[in-house]
């Protein structure tokens, strides 16, 4: 499990790759987009099948990345998920969120062994200020029952 250490240190980031967005507009990986950018992120769109989401040009790969980007929220399917932890090493990015069904345990483990920063198994919404009641709410549950990090 990631420390709340790790988590800051993730959210502190500016400048967040989203893989994951969706031409169906109800993906999670849209919502984490659209949220982030309300938050005041710079989030760079990430898809194979979107050429533009919100007014921002998608890009098709993680090598195509400005460099100021460190940071990647991956919320595709885990076939995908090993693609671009692979091209995010190669990029040299080392902050990593795995959103929830994103990764098998396999290959969670493995990236937990070879990168800097990886949370797997939390939702970024949680953590990210102000956030919605609905995710305060899911962060308060955590926290009762001794599952919210520490």
Known sequence: MASLQQIEQFTAQKHIAVAGISRTPHKF????????????????????????????ACYKDIA????????????????QTKI???????????????????????????VINATDNVIAGHCILMFTKPSHFMHRTHAFFKKTFGQFPR
Not at 29 to 54: D, M, R
């Open 84 to 110: 671009l932890l692979s091209e995010a090493r190669k990029k040299g990015i080392r902050n990593i969120w795995l959103q929830q069904g994103s990764a098998d345990k396999e290959t969670i483990q493995a």
């Open 64 to 79: 195509s990345l400005p460099v100021e980007v460190g940071s990647i929220i991956i919320n595709t399917k885990p076939e």
């Open 29 to 56: 990986g849209n919502s984490v987009f659209k949220e982030l950018k309300k938050q005041g992120y710079t989030v760079y769109p990430i898809s194979l099948h979107v050429a533009e989401f919100e007014g921002i």
